[in-house]
């Protein structure tokens, strides 16, 4: 099994890194997928420092980084206990280390979370046209159960499918 660090993020240094790596990530990835003006409105209003503090002391979000055995960064997730199930609201890994194991580690991670909050199952959205990480999403165990479009203001939409796991 991959050799991972899972590290909650607690600071303002944490909260800077992961501002870079999303900033990093998104730009590379989504561009292709939603657009650029999509991706610098979206980064703005939800993967910036302050709104990630925000998020962390006001939202009930939990961040976590991910950091490979020398300890360089390769990715991060985010979940928001909710009422009857943990929200897998953010995971992302870089573009070098996709594929290597590291979304299935953190995985295993979330569902101890889920676990150990009495929540019966995880979910999440993503973007319809973001094919491989649905079939990732579904390798790892998740099932689409809804279609669901989100204004998020500035003229933009996520056009998104609803996917669960059990466990
Ligand atoms: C989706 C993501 C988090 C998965 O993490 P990862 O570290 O690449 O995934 P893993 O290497 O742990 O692979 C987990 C399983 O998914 C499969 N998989 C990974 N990427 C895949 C792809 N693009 N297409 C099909 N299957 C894929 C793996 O083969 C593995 O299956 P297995 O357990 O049967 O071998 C990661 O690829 C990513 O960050 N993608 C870009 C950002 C993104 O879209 N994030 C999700 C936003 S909702």
């Known amino acids: ?22 900033h990093s990530i998104w ?5 292709p997928i939603i657009g650029s003006p999509q991706v610098e409105y979206m980064l703005k209003k939800f993967q ?11 939202q009930d979000y939990l961040y976590y980084l991910l950091a490979d055995r020398d300890s360089n960064w390769v990715g991060y997730f985010a979940v928001i206990p909710q009422q009857k199930e943990l929200f897998l609201s953010k995971l992302y890994i870089t573009a070098e280390n996709r594929g290597k194991g590291y979304g299935g580690c953190a995985l295993k991670f979330i569902e101890t979370l889920a676990r150990d909050n009495g929540l019966p199952k995880i979910t999440l959205t993503v973007n319809k046209n973001n094919t491989g990480s649905i ?3 579904k390798k ?4 689409i159960t809804d279609s669901l479009v989100t204004d ?3 003229g933009f939409v996520m056009d998104d499918y609803k996917m669960e796991k059990t466990i």
């Open 1 to 22: 099994m991959k050799k991972i660090k899972i590290v909650k993020v607690s600071d303002e240094n944490l909260v800077s890194a992961i501002e870079a790596l999303a």
């Open 27 to 31: 730009r590379e990835y989504f561009v």
């Open 48 to 58: 910036s420092r302050g709104v990630i503090s925000n998020q962390i002391e006001k």
């Open 135 to 137: 079939n990732a999403y």
């Open 140 to 143: 790892l165990g998740f099932v």
């Open 152 to 154: 998020i203001g500035g």
